[in-house]
């Protein structure tokens, strides 16, 4: 079974950029849909987005036009670039595909 590990979460500053990595132990090719949601304590895990493995993407509206997610199936890797990042985007960021869940990785928006 595929296993997910994320990582490139940290501290930035509101209007900054990251970029979070989600390296499968394999490939991603027979996962069609990889997502990555997020999740603050106290809430539920929220969708931030979807990518098919054709490349298809979608978007929660609270992220839309400044996050992207992308994936190289070859290699097992899906990405989200997030940019003009406010500090409600806040949270322990997932990715997932086929039920399967890495352990996360912290993103703080602070100045």
């Known amino acids: 079974q595929v296993r997910l590990a994320e990582s490139g979460g940290g501290l930035v500053q509101p209007g900054g950029s990251l970029r979070l990595s989600c390296a499968a132990s394999?490939?991603?090719?027979?996962?069609?849909?990889m997502l990555w949601y997020r999740q603050t304590p106290g809430k539920q895990r929220e969708w931030v987005a979807t990518?098919?493995?054709?490349?298809?993407?979608n978007y929660a509206d609270s992220v839309k036009g400044r996050f992207t997610i992308s994936r190289d199936n070859v290699n097992g890797m899906v990405y989200l670039q997030m940019n003009s990042l406010k500090p409600e985007d806040t949270a322990v960021y997932y990715c997932?595909?086929?039920?399967?869940w890495g352990q996360g990785t912290q993103v703080t928006v602070s100045s």
């Open positions: 997932t595909g086929n039920n399967i």
């Open positions: 394999g490939s991603i090719f027979g996962i069609n849909f």
């Open positions: 990518s098919s493995r054709d490349g298809i993407t």
